[in-house]
């Protein structure tokens, strides 16, 4: 058993934790896994697509990173660089507001209408 200590970044749609998940679900330490995830409020609607971007890029600033320490810092700067590419993707209409979500907010500027 290592002694690992859980870091973790939390943004409003991206949360990264230096932990695996268990058979139940929880969270277990780990110096060797990260897991990621994508928007936990579902606060978008998301087609499979759009989240593989998000594991792609969250995949290539992992390995960016690699060799350099893991720290608090490091994961919080990964979930930065996440949280503003979830707004790319809004932006570009590749993911929407769900509008059925138990809070809309629209914490990443109000949805766009189309003029009928």
């Known amino acids: 058993m290592d002694n690992a200590m859980l870091l973790k970044s939390t943004t409003r749609h991206i949360r990264i934790f230096s932990a695996e998940l268990d058979k139940t679900g929880e969270l ?13 409020d579902n606060e978008f609607i998301w087609n499979e697509d759009a989240l593989q971007k998000v594991y ?6 992992v390995e960016a990173s690699s060799g350099v320490d893991l720290t ?16 790319s993707l809004l ?12 809070v809309t907010n629209y914490s990443m500027g109000l949805p766009r209408i189309e003029a009928g």
């Open 28 to 40: 277990v330490p780990s110096n060797q896994v990260l897991t990621l995830d994508i928007d936990p």
């Open 56 to 61: 792609r890029l969250f995949d290539e600033l």
């Open 72 to 87: 608090d810092y490091n994961l919080r700067r990964i979930g930065s660089d996440l949280e503003h590419f979830v707004r």
């Open 91 to 102: 932006q570009k209409a590749e993911i929407s507001y769900n509008l059925n979500a138990r």
